[in-house]
Nanobody, 123 residues
Framework: QVQLVESGGGLVQAGGSLRLSCVASGSNFRINAMGWYRQAPGKQRELVAVITSGTTTNYADSVKGRFTLSRDNGKNTVYLQMNSLKSEDTAVYYC?????????????????WGQGTQVTVSS
């Protein structure tokens, strides 16, 4: 079983910055894609950014040029650097990781979600 632990959310003024982190822990697994989603009150969860097992990244249009996604494979960690934050970035941010696990000679690929971290941007 793999667990994800997120950190880095909080309250920030518009124009400020935050960095979110998500660490995957467990045994006998390989991380594939990693990314962040967010869900604002009354809205559907939406993709913010995703990075493949290599270095290819994709961003939602609303965050391009302001957010930067990166990963440290040695630490099983994905980071989301958020700059020039706006009030509309306020949401619960969820880490999502696509993982292949190895057990009993078999492999299983599943998507895991973090518990969510609140980001609030005051205007």
């Amino acid at each position: 079983q793999v667990q994800l632990v997120e950190s880095g959310g909080g309250l920030v003024q518009a124009g400020g910055s935050l960095r979110l982190s998500c660490v995957a822990s467990g045994s006998n697994f390989r991380i594939n894609a990693m990314g962040w989603y967010r869900q604002a009150p009354g809205k559907q969860r939406e993709l913010v950014a995703v990075i493949t097992s290599g270095t290819t990244t994709n961003y939602a249009d609303s965050v391009k040029g302001r957010f930067t996604l990166s990963r440290d494979n040695g630490k099983n960690t994905v980071y989301l650097q958020m700059n020039s934050l706006k009030s509309e970035d306020t949401a619960v941010y969820y880490c999502n990781v696509d993982i292949t696990e190895y057990s009993g000679g078999h492999k299983y690929t599943n998507g895991y979600w973090g518990q969510g971290t609140q980001v609030t941007v005051s205007s």
